[in-house]
């Protein structure tokens, strides 16, 4: 056997591998088959080859290469999954910090050593994919029941209003991007304001909000509010916040 200067493998004068096959170094079905034919062809006939060996060699061989496609097919049909999917990816940056970005998959690239997925404009490998999730998945209503054990921030008061933030009780972005916001107070300090139902029954200021914080206006100085946020999904189902009370400037 010798190495011809273009690559080409040759066995007993039979090519085993030309230049033009795919560009791929392994020993395939085909290379082991050229190379029994070359060996029964110049096998001494006093001491013949024994061909079991090279059958159970060819059945090893084609099980080999059926479970390699098998793989191949298996991450390749995984990948194209991905396309509309919302993922979170992270890669690290300097210092070791590791920096992570959530969006939808919008391409992804099957020409590379190394299959890739384009997240909000970037390349990413498989292997920086943190989590998966279906952008179009309703939320279901314990999703947002965690608003109960999340607190109204209040970031500013004045005489005549209170700025307030809070957080989304979820944590994926695409999900959280999905909830809607209302806002309510009352001056009554007997109220319970701690359920969905007696919330309502307060002053809505601001409905159908999509933003984490709002500025509300009109208030009276000097006076004690107490205010709570109804969250919203897309279902309908809705839950409440933990109420805070903040009193106005004099």
């Known amino acids: 056997m010798r190495i011809a200067d273009d690559g080409t ?5 039979i090519t085993v591998n030309t230049p033009f096959e795919e ?4 020993v395939k079905v085909e290379d082991f088959l050229q190379l029994m034919i070359a060996q029964l062809t110049n096998q001494d ?5 024994d061909d079991t060996q090279y ?9 080999m290469q059926s479970m390699q496609e098998l793989s191949h ?7 194209t999954g991905l396309v509309g999917k919302s993922v979170t990816v992270a890669t690290y940056g300097l210092g070791g910090q590791i920096s992570t970005d959530t969006g939808i998959v919008t391409k992804i690239d099957l020409s590379g050593d190394e299959y890739t997925i384009t997240v909000n404009g970037k390349q990413y490998k498989l292997s920086n ?13 314990k999703d947002i029941d965690e608003a109960n054990k999340i607190a109204l921030i209040v970031q500013s008061t004045g005489q005549e209003n209170i700025s307030i933030r809070w957080t989304p009780p979820v944590s994926d972005t695409e999900l959280a991007k999905e909830l809607r916001y209302d806002i309510y107070y009352t001056t009554d300090g007997q109220q319970d304001f701690s ?10 200021v601001a409905a159908n909000q999509s933003g984490t914080e709002y500025d509300i206006t009109g208030l009276e100085p000097g006076k004690t509010y107490f205010i709570n946020v109804v969250v919203r999904n897309k279902n309908g189902d809705e839950a409440v916040y933990q109420s805070t009370a903040q009193s106005t400037k004099s």
């Open 73 to 79: 097919y298996s991450q390749t049909n995984y990948v």
């Open 45 to 49: 006939f006093m001491n013949p080859v």
């Open 9 to 13: 493998t040759i066995y007993n004068g």
């Open 55 to 63: 059958v159970s060699q060819l059945a090893q061989f084609a099980t």
């Open 195 to 204: 359920t969905v139902e007696n919330v309502k029954k307060g002053t809505l």
């Open 23 to 26: 560009n791929d170094k392994g």
């Open 129 to 141: 994919i943190m989590s998966i999730a279906d952008p179009n998945a309703a939320l279901d209503q």
